[in-house]
């Protein structure tokens, strides 16, 4: 479905109203959908549509996910929330997972950034250089 540039603006504009303080607020994303569904100005799937885009990149965005070899202590956790808080700002969704595989290490991923410090990265990018 092609959408047009009136389409983006107007969802865009939406998506603002929804945002409070920097994070999206949910029950204003809900009022947003009703408002719309309710007047169904011209275009509105188009609208609707690259609304659940932004809504979709956003959570996307707030949410980290940390992997490590071994299960880190309650002090390393505090350390790369406040490390990832500063970075990322606050509202972020960390998950924490052990990944065997990763040797040692941390791998890091928030939406689309990836930051690997694992031994197995380092390993993978000498093997390459050969």
């Known amino acids: 479905m092609k959408i047009t540039k009136?389409?983006?603006?107007?969802?865009?504009?939406?998506?603002?109203?929804?945002?409070?303080?920097?994070?999206?607020?949910?029950?204003?994303?809900?009022?947003?959908?009703q408002l719309v569904v309710a007047q169904k100005p011209r275009g509105y799937i188009a609208i609707l549509s690259q609304l659940q885009r932004l809504v979709k990149l956003?959570?996307?965005?707030?949410?980290?996910?940390?992997?490590?070899?071994?299960a880190l202590s309650p002090e390393e956790r505090t350390a790369v929330e406040?490390?990832?808080?500063?970075?990322?700002?606050?509202?972020?969704?960390?998950?924490?997972?052990?990944?065997?595989?990763?040797?040692?290490?941390?791998?890091?991923?928030v939406g689309s950034d990836v930051y690997d410090g694992s031994v197995r990265a380092r390993l993978e990018s000498l093997r390459e250089s050969f």
Request: glycine share 8%.
């Open 6 to 33: 009136q389409a983006r603006r107007d969802a865009k504009q939406l998506f603002r109203s929804c945002v409070n303080s920097g994070v999206l607020d949910e029950n204003r994303v809900r009022q947003a959908l």
């Open 58 to 70: 956003d959570l996307e965005r707030r949410t980290a996910r940390v992997e490590s070899a071994a």
């Open 82 to 109: 406040g490390s990832l808080a500063w970075k990322y700002g606050t509202g972020l969704n960390i998950s924490f997972a052990q990944n065997l595989a990763l040797i040692g290490g941390l791998r890091i991923q």
